[in-house]
């Protein structure tokens, strides 16, 4: 049996049996189209995921699953509607490290709690961050970025204070001693214009959100925050290649719905996302054709993703540390 299969039968093992009062309780889940709540105004790497998943898991559990973009502070806007809403199996979030893992560190009234309010259901994928610039700009490297910074600070774009982004343009910041001024924007789609136009010296984004532009020479990434260059483009450097050594960077997207969503119900939802990521499937192509990893079959579960969150968790903290960044 092929290891991709091996595995993805091992994490389907590994969702838990819920009682069997619990099923008969919520055997018509569901009869009426879901919610998946993204944070995020429309074109970024959480809208772009997002859709996908939306699509094909709710061709498995045989109910559309409406987009509802809610954008805002970082992703908290969105995160406390999707918070304080019915744990009925209707509303989840399309969930990133900004709302879930970065916000904490940012903003010292978030309004909700990313462990305590919500629930994890599946990973799904991650993607490298990626520092694009404009075709025409004389900046080839991160290097050659670095050292035009010295002479003057250069305008880097992201998705928005407390995004993952944000974050990683910090972290940045602190390991090279660059001259950064942060341009926020409400998301990664909103700030392609002024990468393409030169308006802003670059942006700080994910690579599923610009490859595109890349390959068709609209504008150009000049480094990768991964350990290798990225298949789908092997001209794209890393960033240790332009001497910033273990420098690493990635923005992920997963499933999480109010806590009081039933265990049943939370179990079908990461079954179906299992389902429709399983080897092979037309959303796992697809999510590859975009730049994205799909997340390892373990990760897909609840206790897998509720771990990998709190991984995420403690290197923020230490990120935030590093960087200098208190919440306000």
Request: with cysteine.
């Amino acid at each position: 049996m092929p290891s991709t299969r091996r595995l993805f039968l091992t994490g389907l093992c590994a969702l838990p049996a819920w009682p069997l009062a619990g099923r008969h309780a919520h055997a018509a889940y569901p009869d009426r189209p879901i919610h998946f709540v993204v944070p995020f105004t429309a074109g970024g790497n959480a809208d772009i995921v997002g859709r996908v998943i939306a699509d094909v898991v709710g061709g498995v559990l045989q109910q559309p699953i409406i987009i509802d973009n809610r954008p805002g502070a970082g992703g908290a806007v969105g995160a406390v509607f999707a918070a304080h809403a019915p744990g009925d199996g209707y509303t989840m979030m399309v969930a990133s490290n900004g709302p879930m893992t970065v916000n904490p560190f940012v903003n010292a009234k978030l309004g909700y709690d990313p462990f305590k309010d919500f629930v994890p259901i599946a990973l799904t994928s991650y993607v490298p961050h990626v520092l694009i610039v404009s075709e025409t700009s004389e900046v080839k490297t991160i290097a050659d970025l670095i050292t035009k910074s010295k002479s003057r600070s250069v305008n880097i774009g992201t998705s928005g204070i407390g995004s993952a982004t944000h974050m990683t343009l910090a972290r940045l910041e602190h390991a090279t001693g660059a001259k950064i001024t942060h341009v926020p924007y409400r998301s990664g789609g909103q700030l392609l214009p002024d990468v393409i136009s030169g308006a802003i010296d670059g942006a700080l984004t994910e690579l599923s959100t610009v490859l595109q532009l890349h390959k068709a020479k609209q504008a150009r990434i000049i480094g990768a925050a991964s350990g290798a260059r990225p298949t789908l483009a092997p001209d794209i450097a890393t960033f240790e290649e332009s001497g910033v050594m273990g420098f690493r960077a990635q923005s992920y997207i997963g499933i999480v719905a109010p806590t009081q969503t039933p265990g049943d119900i939370v179990e079908r939802v990461a079954r179906a996302i299992m389902e429709s990521l399983a080897p092979g499937k037309p959303a796992v192509a697809t999510l590859i054709g975009q730049g994205s990893t799909i997340a390892l079959p373990q990760e897909m579960t609840p206790a897998g993703f509720k771990a990998f969150l709190k991984r995420d968790y403690d290197e923020m903290a230490e990120a935030a540390k590093i960087a200098g960044i208190v919440p306000s």
